[in-house]
């Protein structure tokens, strides 16, 4: 691969090797970059929940030519029921697989995580270098260059340090006032985790509503498991330091919390301790005035994190870093410009897409008191026997992100 806008190719240091950061790999190696990625885990992080693609989210996999592969690991996952406290549903919300208008509650590109970074990690591996088991720890700027410091005690010169490091960003923490919180929250938390299927786990994703604000969804990804996830309105101390506890610490809040709630939470409870994975974390969106300094610039979550209420999370990431990777690749010569022309190009995506979440809306969708969910149950019902839901999905003229349109770069498509 040859960069024909450069006179030689640029050193860019990722840190993170998510989804963001891999799929920066994939678009700065196809302009030519010696592209290095640097992942704190000491192996490819492929676990994780189920996540979805919508809108600008499938375009950007299309244009990386691996819309095959990912159609090929979808999660059937045929629509949502809200269910009582014998499992009985009381509306179900079907997804949209009609090829127009947008998503409904489940989209028709549902996927593991773990499936898609293993996809995007297949098609890089040999084109940029993958270091497992560092992370940046701080870095220096220069005029021509940034000194990254590795957790290894080692450093190395780059021209430009990309942070893809996740919501909990360590280089944002560096490029930020000390004190400046980034976060923009919505007062909800959620945890999720594995359990053994059982014959009653459908492929309609079950979401049972428990009073004081809280929520269990169960959905069933392959023959032999089932993702949990308890998700509560609370806004204590400790619910919001509970994430940064030991895990031990963080399952005994999580099911203190819903031991009274019913329906099968006895089963997903005790659940959590044989689970290969467990994951409790505030939701909130991160929001900062600009995504660059110098020569270091934010993605994705570390960048502009628009929650898992967006819908646009995993999307939103595909996205920034094609805009990112692609406006470095038409200008290399000139970073500055294209770090300005990545944010220019790319802020009224992520408005339209930070903006969708709604704390009142969310916490309509989370009841304090049986009778409001009843309320909300028998209206939603009503609205399915009526076929609202998917008539407002069919017509509508967009998905989540708007009518924001990706930009053209030359190499659109891989080889």
Not at 43 to 66: F, K
Not at 126 to 141: I, N, P, T
Not at 312 to 322: D, E, F, R, T, W
Request: a positive charge; glycine letters at 10%; hydrophobic letters at 40%.
């Amino acid at each position: 691969m040859t960069n024909k806008n450069a006179k030689r190719p640029l050193r860019i240091l990722v840190a993170g090797g998510g989804v963001a950061g891999q799929a920066l790999a994939f678009w700065l190696t196809r302009g030519g970059h010696e592209v290095t990625v640097v992942e704190r885990f000491p192996a490819l992080r492929d676990s994780g929940a189920q996540v979805d693609l919508r809108g600008q989210g499938v375009e950007a996999i299309e244009r990386m030519g691996l819309l095959k592969e990912v159609r090929s690991q979808l999660v059937d996952e045929a629509g949502v029921a809200f269910v009582d406290s014998r499992g009985k549903p009381k509306a179900t919300i079907m997804a949209n697989t009609s090829g127009k208008g947008r998503q409904t509650l489940t989209s028709e590109y549902e996927i593991m995580r773990g499936d898609l970074v293993r996809i995007l990690h297949e098609a890089t591996k040999d084109d940029a270098e993958y270091v497992f088991g560092k992370s940046v720890d701080g870095f220096d700027q220069h005029s021509d260059r940034v000194t990254a410091h590795i957790s290894d005690g080692t450093s190395g010169e780059y021209d430009l340090l990309i942070g893809a490091d996740g919501q909990g960003s360590r280089t944002r923490r560096a490029l930020l006032p000390q004190g400046f919180d980034p976060y923009w929250r919505v007062g909800i938390h959620m945890a999720y985790w594995f359990v053994p299927r059982i014959a009653s786990d459908t492929n309609i994703r079950d979401t049972y509503m428990v009073p004081g604000g809280r929520q269990i969804m169960r959905r069933s990804h392959n023959a032999s498991e089932t993702q949990v996830y308890f998700v509560m309105r609370e806004e204590s101390v400790e619910a919001s330091t509970i994430h940064r506890a030991p895990v031990e610490q963080q399952q005994k809040l999580w099911a203190e919390r819903f031991r009274d709630a019913g329906w099968q939470t006895e089963r997903f409870i005790a659940g959590m301790k044989d689970s290969p994975f467990f994951y409790s974390q505030e939701i909130a969106q991160v929001r900062i005035d600009s995504w660059a300094k110098g020569r270091v610039v934010l993605a994705g979550d570390a960048a502009h994190c628009a929650s898992p209420y967006s819908g646009m999370g995993i999307s939103g990431g595909l996205v920034g870093a094609y805009v990112l990777a692609g406006e470095i690749n038409r200008n290399p010569a000139d970073l500055p410009a294209a770090l300005a022309n990545y944010e220019r190009l790319l802020r009224p995506f992520v408005n339209e897409i930070q903006g969708k979440v709604n704390r009142r809306i969310l916490r309509v969708g989370m009841p304090l008191n049986k009778h409001a969910i009843s309320a909300f149950q028998n209206a939603t019902a009503l609205a399915c026997f009526l076929h609202i839901p998917d008539l407002v999905a069919r017509l509508s003229k967009g998905d989540r992100g708007g009518d924001w349109q990706l930009p053209a770069y030359a190499y659109t498509h891989a080889a």
